[in-house]
């Protein structure tokens, strides 16, 4: 027995045997419902697919799902892919959004898009405000995600229907993969169909997703014989042989398209199905599509012939008016064309007034573009493109059908093919945009057009291919004709590219050339300091102290007037720190940089030198002063829709100044999101050394070996080492991940590597890459001797820099590898050094050394301080395997854990702020001690308690104070 099911779509068509994708429909639609009317269960929505080849049935259940969740109160947004129109990036996003956004008014739509706007505008075909913004992919995908999101929940429930997504464009079908699973947790359902076997290559990520949900896809199977001969019954009669209807099934292969049309065919004919009508078949059979279709269309009359050609090269959603320029006949003409190919079933029937054309099904529409021959059709696409710049539908819409038009060499093409690839990538769509520009370079262009068209290639390359941005770039340098201005743009951007392809040494020559070069001071400094930048980035730099003079000597002659001056005077501040200069030297440079401002989106410049300058305050001691740097720069990459590799390292970096000030919770959590990021962004590798690198540390910090452990593993991390400086140093991180498994030996051979190398470079500030102090861990159980002058000389290179959170952190490693008043007397500097630091769990492991030392020593009351001090530190910083040390030793000593005496905040107390207070004001201990009634040692221990809440030390302190939130008054109103 044959199942169906009708619906009121196009003539009397049914649908059969498809009882299992519409229960699995109803069902999903019944989740959608419960969902939002509040009843409790699992999953809101989902993602609900059908596939199978051409002819099947897919449109029809999309039509059938639409008036179901229409009847179910659903807000319902669709669209569909086109044959021709695949390259024309988010075209299916577009077609979704649009009609919502259209009949929205400006107000409505800023409310709805919110600080996305102009990050999603281009990609959404909506005008933005900053024409120039020009976002990355990732956040482009993350603005459309907003959208849909909020729309999800305030047209609740929400349904989707995406029809013939194996001929969808990339960038929406990669954006629909990344969103899709969040169907799961909102009052959205996304239905979407396709053809299996026709999706392209770069549709791997949302395969691999509609393939892994359970029972789904539904894969539609082709119809009976019993179903056929239900659709033939219906439109001949009852009297309809089964003989004949067995050869019907035979020649359709039970395709419900190919069987509905035949039976159609033979109704017009007053065919009666008995079996000597079989022989009409191979006559009308073939009429139903291809060639057979193209011969029926031949019989309509030229001006519709070139009519429907014309309405198969525009695509889909065709305007009438639109379609008739393209076929160069009148309005009246087209209006009787429309009307013919809607009675011989080629165009679908009007939806309503003023509808657009839409063929009967995408076969046909593909029918009748593979008839028309290839002179006509390039000449049809020629005028489609003069047509739709003339009605004013954007240069992105014409682009598409130049990219079929031969090329001619004009200059009107190549405006409108660079205009577009702007677009795209305003669009966050770069693959797009070094499609078209790689045809207008084709075309060709103007010679003195050429060096700058090569360098839009090489940024729409950038992103997605950064070998080809190289080849690019040296062809734009190459031209006869490149103005000054230009060619500083193109040597930046090609060591850029050189340096993301691991070709640093390339990229600082090439700078250091160009300098040379360069007649014009400014240019001559900006290549300077791309020569020193990528330099300084060399692991194999064959004379850093050269380099670090030449730097020096120009550095002090600058003042910090233009972004070249201030970008020189940041390198410096970020050499001196690396070298172990006083750390005074370091402020002095990094502030003179930030004078005029270091933007992080400048795309000329890049923002190495910027986030450098706010690192050089986290190894200073001032933490809180490169916190809020970073949070400036990380708004700034935000609003500009920056959020792949730029937002990915930041958040990774702010990660780490929270580990280096002890809040190791939230600095797992934020290198976690960094790492997140960097992992699916396909340019952010270095980002996703970095966000391992730290993470490990972070994790050893707080107790999780065998995790930390699986992360290396899981990222190669140790197996191999980049050519481009990185920090942490990754060969130091991993000889800690040894040292914490307990493999000695290894981690010493390690160091003793990254000691040579750093010691070469005359890199030798402890508070960078604290090798010596790892090192004399390693050589502590074997050569004591050997491990205790490490310890010492990092002392000592430490006290050069002068931040006391190194000292502190150096004369712990040294009291580690003493014994007796040695290591007490180290011990001692150490916590003193450490409480004038914003180090929370530096101080914390120096106290429980401390601790742990002194009861060695024979004095238990000054350990049992020091143990629960450590301790609870130790707890608030979230460092769980120093919280278990802590315990161990206070139950050696015979001492019981005590409950924390202070809960853990980062507001000031009354007293705490009016000892920092006076303490910026250069008053001496005594005064302040003796003004607030207090012992020096208490002083001391607010001051400490203060500095680590602020996040700086005493050089910091009276800038920090200034926007530091004042302590709240007891029993102030809200």
Not at 105 to 113: I, K, P
Not at 361 to 388: C, F, K, N
Not at 593 to 618: C, I, K, Q, Y
């Amino acid at each position: 027995m044959v199942d169906a099911t009708s619906y009121p779509g196009i003539g009397h068509r049914t649908l059969l045997e498809r009882h299992r994708e519409l229960e699995g429909l109803d069902s999903a639609l019944s989740d959608l419902g419960d969902a939002t009317g509040g009843i409790a269960g699992g999953r809101q929505g989902g993602l609900l697919a059908f596939t199978g080849p051409a002819g099947l049935g897919k449109t029809t259940l999309l039509a059938e799902a639409r008036l179901r969740a229409v009847a179910g109160g659903c807000t319902v947004l669709s669209a569909q892919g086109g044959e021709n129109e695949r390259g024309v990036a988010f075209r299916v996003v577009r077609r979704l959004l649009q009609p919502v956004l259209a009949a929205m008014d400006e107000q409505e739509r800023r409310e709805l898009l919110g600080s996305w706007y102009d990050i999603v505008a281009a990609a959404l075909g909506i005008e933005a405000e900053d024409a120039a913004h020009v976002p990355d992919p990732t956040g482009v995908r993350d603005g459309l995600d907003w959208v849909l999101t909020r729309l999800a929940v305030r047209r609740a429930p929400l349904v989707l229907l995406l029809d013939d997504l194996h001929w969808a464009d990339e960038e929406s079908l990669s954006w629909l993969a990344s969103f899709a699973p969040r169907a799961d947790d909102l009052p959205l359902l996304i239905v979407v169909a396709y053809r299996p076997g026709e999706l392209p290559p770069t549709a791997a990520a949302f395969r691999s997703l509609a393939e892994r949900h359970g029972h789904r896809p539904y894969s539609l199977a082709p119809l009976t014989a019993d179903a056929v001969a239900r659709i033939l019954r219906d439109q001949l009669g009852e009297q309809t042989e089964d003989a004949f209807c067995d050869e019907c099934w035979a020649v359709t292969g039970g395709s419900p398209f190919e069987t509905v049309e035949l039976a159609v065919r033979l109704g017009e004919r007053g065919v009666k199905g008995t079996g000597s009508d079989v022989t009409l078949l191979s006559e009308l059979a073939p009429a139903v599509k291809g060639p057979g279709l193209a011969e029926r269309l031949s019989r309509l009359g030229a001006p519709t012939i070139r009519f429907a050609w014309a309405a198969a090269v525009l695509g889909t959603s065709i305007p009438q008016e639109l379609a008739a320029a393209v076929a160069g006949i009148g309005s009246e003409q087209a209006k009787e064309a429309t009307e013919k190919l809607r009675d011989a079933r080629i165009l679908a029937e009007a939806q309503g007034r003023g509808a657009r054309l839409e063929f009967a099904h995408p076969l046909i529409a593909t029918a009748v573009y593979r008839a028309v021959p290839p002179g006509p059709r390039a000449g049809l696409h020629s005028a489609a493109a003069e047509a739709i710049r003339t009605a004013g539908l954007g240069a992105v819409t014409a682009a598409r059908h130049l990219l079929e038009v031969p090329c001619e060499g004009s200059a009107e093409t190549v405006a409108c093919l660079r205009e577009a690839a702007r677009a795209y990538l305003r669009a966050g769509a770069p693959e797009a945009a070094r499609r078209v520009l790689t045809r207008a370079l084709r075309e060709p262009p103007a010679p003195q057009d050429r060096a700058a068209l090569l360098y839009e290639l090489a940024g729409s390359t950038f992103l997605i291919e950064p070998a080809a941005t190289v080849g690019y770039l040296r062809a734009a340098l190459a031209e006869p004709v490149v103005p000054d201005d230009l060619r500083a743009s193109l040597v930046y951007r090609l060591t850029q590219a050189l340096a993301h392809t691991d070709r640093v040494a390339e990229a600082a020559s090439v700078a250091e050339q160009e300098a040379r070069l360069a007649s014009h001071p400014r240019t001559r400094l900006r290549m300077l300091a791309d020569h020193f930048q990528w330099s300084s980035c060399r692991t194999d730099e064959p004379d850093p102290s050269g380099r670090s003079r030449r730097l020096a000597r120009l550095a002090g002659g600058l003042t910090g007037r233009g972004p070249e001056e201030r970008y020189i005077l940041g390198l410096r501040a970020w050499d001196a720190l690396l070298r172990g200069e006083p750390r005074q030297t370091v402020l002095t440079h990094a502030e003179e940089a930030l004078r005029g401002g270091l933007s992080w989106t400048d795309e000329n410049r890049g923002f190495e030198v910027p986030v450098s300058v706010a690192l050089t305050f986290m190894y200073c001691d001032q933490p809180r002063r490169a916190e809020e740097l970073f949070t400036r720069g990380i708004a700034e990459c935000e609003a500009k829709g920056w959020r792949g590799s730029h937002l990915a390292l930041g958040q990774t970096l702010f990660g780490y100044i929270r580990y280096h000030r002890g809040g190791l919770a939230e600095a797992e959590e934020l290198v976690r999101e960094g790492l997140h990021i960097a992992d699916r962004v396909d340019e952010a590798v270095p980002a996703q050394w970095f966000a391992v690198g730290i993470l490990i540390q972070i994790l050893l910090a707080r107790g999780r070996t065998a995790e930390a452990r699986r992360l290396a593993d899981a990222h190669g991390y140790g197996t191999a080492v980049p050519n481009a400086v990185i920090y942490p140093d990754p060969r130091t991180v991993y000889a800690e991940l040894l040292l914490a498994e307990g493999r000695h030996g290894e981690a010493a051979h390690l160091l003793l590597a990254v000691g040579e190398w750093l010691e070469s470079r005359a890199w030798h500030n402890p508070a960078w890459c604290p090798w010596r102090l790892d090192l004399a861990q390693a050589l502590a159980p074997t050569a004591p001797e050997r491990a205790a002058r490490l310890a010492r000389e990092a002392v000592e290179r430490a006290r050069d820099f002068g931040a006391p959170s190194a000292v502190g952190q150096a004369l712990r490693t040294q009291a580690e590898t003493s014994a007796g008043a040695a290591a007490l007397e180290a011990y001692a500097e150490a916590v003193a050094q450490l409480e004038r630091s914003p180090a929370s769990y530096e101080l914390a492991r120096a106290l429980i050394g401390q601790g742990a030392a002194l009861f060695r020593n024979g004095q238990p009351h000054e350990a049992a301080d020091r143990l629960y001090r450590g301790l609870e530190g130790a707890v608030h910083c979230g460092a769980d395997g120093l919280v278990a040390r802590a315990r161990k030793e206070l139950a050696t000593a015979g001492l019981r854990p005590l409950p924390l005496r202070y809960a853990h905040t980062d507001t000031l107390t009354a007293q705490e702020r009016r000892v920092a207070e006076m303490t910026a004001q250069s008053q001496p201990m005594a005064v302040v001690a003796e003004e607030l009634r207090l012992t020096e040692q208490g002083v001391r221990q607010l001051l400490s308690s203060a500095y680590r809440k602020i996040g700086t030390d005493a050089t910091g302190l009276a800038g920090a104070l200034e926007s530091f939130p004042r302590p709240r008054l007891s029993g102030a109103r809200e």
